[in-house]
């Protein structure tokens, strides 16, 4: 037995999930995805280079 306050849930269950949907396709359209370039990929592939707490110090002045 589903009760009048399990079915309204579950009635804004359904319209969140509308507009959600609705929301990822106006992203979609306005900001379109785009492939990385070359240069990116290779900056997102690469490993980074923790800088020590000393260099960070020197680098603030302080």
Do not use: H, W
Not at 14 to 37: A, C, F, Q, W
């Amino acid at each position: 037995m589903v009760t009048e306050t399990v079915a309204e849930l579950r009635k804004i269950r359904t319209d969140l999930d509308m507009l959600t949907n609705l929301y990822s396709k106006l992203v979609d359209r306005l900001i379109p995805e785009e492939e990385p370039e070359a240069e990116d990929l290779k900056a997102i592939r690469s490993k980074d280079r923790i800088a020590s707490e000393a260099e960070l110090l020197k680098v603030l002045d302080a």
